[in-house]
């Protein structure tokens, strides 16, 4: 059974860190491309940042500078560092796999509130 766990999100200030985490279980991690989403109030899902088999990496616009995506596979673990957040951060952030297959996780709530 696939299952991909964030854990990690809270309430925080504007300016603001928070280290977002996501278990992956059931695959065979190391051959998967890992990616972060949102999704904030009363919005489309948005992409945020991925990361490669090989460790390389891309980044929305919107957070380039801010977050950092990286992950451990000898843990099977993908993390996103979050840093000078914003109130438009705030979303459920999800984490997805794949290809071959796609599985995404629940999703974790961040708010970015003071």
């Known amino acids: 059974q696939v299952q991909l766990v964030e854990s990690g999100g809270g309430l925080v200030q504007p300016g603001g860190s928070l280290r977002l985490s996501c278990e992956a279980s059931?695959?065979?991690?190391?051959?998967?491309?890992m990616r972060w989403y949102r999704q904030p109030p009363e919005k489309q899902r948005e992409w945020v940042a991925s990361?490669?088999?090989?460790?390389?990496?891309n980044y929305a616009d919107s957070i380039k500078g801010r977050f950092t995506i990286s992950r451990d596979n000898a843990k099977n673990m993908v993390y996103l560092q979050m840093n000078s957040l914003k109130p438009e951060d705030t979303a459920v952030y999800y984490c997805?796999?794949?290809?071959?297959?796609?599985?995404w996780g629940q999703g974790t709530q961040v708010t970015v509130s003071s």
């Open positions: 997805r796999a794949g290809p071959p297959n796609e599985y």
């Open positions: 990361i490669r088999t090989g460790g390389s990496t």
């Open positions: 059931g695959i065979s991690f190391t051959f998967y491309n």
